[in-house]
């Protein structure tokens, strides 16, 4: 949130109201000890968007923010050996920062290219385009600490309709924007991974061992099984078999391990694509046949069986009555 109070004056409008209005306390803001419900945090951005009536809010609080909003994981990954290392710094230990979002590379479409992916974990999370591109801003901010001022990825990825002039993203990012897309993130060479860094070896082990105590406790599989499922729904694959393979598990141990949490794999695959039928119905325009690959669906009515399940009512039905509320 930092810079939030300050742009939204700025622009006219009531940081303190905004913020309460969000559940959030204005004292707060700044405190780094203190953790504010991610809930919260997108609800004061969105907000402040409407409020203020800016529709590139996200971006432009974004340009307030940097590496050092990430504390001592900024430390630990500035003071990494090389891109790569710094990339696996923030992958790892996120959670002390933020448990409720994900930073992630996974390879990219083509070869030698790396995808960057930016997630939100936690379930059914309001509308949050603008903190979507909040993110990707600050995202962006940490890329050019590490790479260069000019440095621009290949192509940046909204899950969202554009909510300016597509110029205004190519102008913003340096590279070409990707709209209603499964993930949000940027594709880059993956060469820029082997970018060599201004290492500090004492202070980096330090501040790692640091991080490695905030975030001693296993975290669960649910989170990692959610992520990897809608990493594999598009391609048809997400089965328990092939996800207990990535965690060197028998299916029958990751089924334990999801049982023991209060879960199946079944209602996680469902979950899954419960919420991503809603995102895309709700913030895009994308056809039913096109939603229907996104979410493994072998045929059109299978999602209009499953979207009467979950909402009571058809694809088309529940697009217009969530966009009308």
């Given amino acids: 949130m930092s810079g939030y109070s300050r742009l939204v004056e700025e622009l006219g409008g009531d940081p303190v109201g905004l913020l309460r209005a969000a559940g959030i306390r204005p004292q707060d803001i ?3 000890e203190i953790f504010l419900p991610y809930r919260s945090l ?11 009536r800016t529709p590139d809010f996200g971006r432009r609080l974004a340009l307030r923010q ?3 909003i990430l504390g001592p994981l900024g430390v630990a990954a500035r003071t990494a050996a090389t891109v790569g290392d710094a990339f696996a710094i923030v992958e790892t230990f996120l959670a002390a920062y933020s448990p409720a979002i994900s930073a992630h590379l996974t390879a990219g479409a083509a070869t030698g290219q790396t995808f960057y992916a930016f997630e939100i974990l936690i379930e059914r999370p309001p509308p949050h385009p603008q903190t979507t591109e909040l993110s990707l801003g600050v995202s962006l901010q940490i890329l050019r600490f590490l790479l260069g001022g000019q440095y621009t990825p290949l192509s940046v990825h909204l899950p969202h309709e554009p909510l300016t002039a597509r110029a205004d993203y190519l102008t913003y990012f340096g590279c070409r924007p990707r709209f209603t897309e499964p993930l949000a993130g940027f594709t880059f060479r993956t060469a820029a991974l082997e970018r060599s860094l201004n290492q500090d070896a004492l202070a980096h082990h330090a501040v790692v061992q640091y991080l490695t105590g905030i975030t001693a406790r ?6 990692s099984v959610r992520r990897m499922v809608r990493q594999l729904l598009p391609t048809g694959t997400a089965s328990i078999e092939l996800i207990a393979d990535q965690f060197d598990l028998h299916p029958r141990a990751l089924h334990r391990r999801l049982s023991a949490e209060k879960t ?3 209602e996680l695959i469902d979950t899954v694509r419960r919420e991503t039928a809603e995102h895309y119905l709700r913030d895009t325009d994308i056809s039913l046949s096109h939603l229907a690959r996104e979410l493994g669906y072998a045929e059109q009515s299978v999602l ?4 009467r399940r979950w909402f009571g009512c058809s694809a088309t039905a529940y697009r217009k009555t969530i966009r009308a509320r």
């Fill in 30 to 32: 700044g405190e780094h």
């Fill in 42 to 52: 997108i609800v004061a951005v969105e907000l402040a968007a409407t409020a203020t």
């Fill in 66 to 68: 940097g590496i050092e």
């Fill in 218 to 223: 296993e975290p669960g599989m649910t989170q």
């Fill in 264 to 266: 199946t794999f079944a």
């Fill in 304 to 307: 209009s069986r499953s979207c």
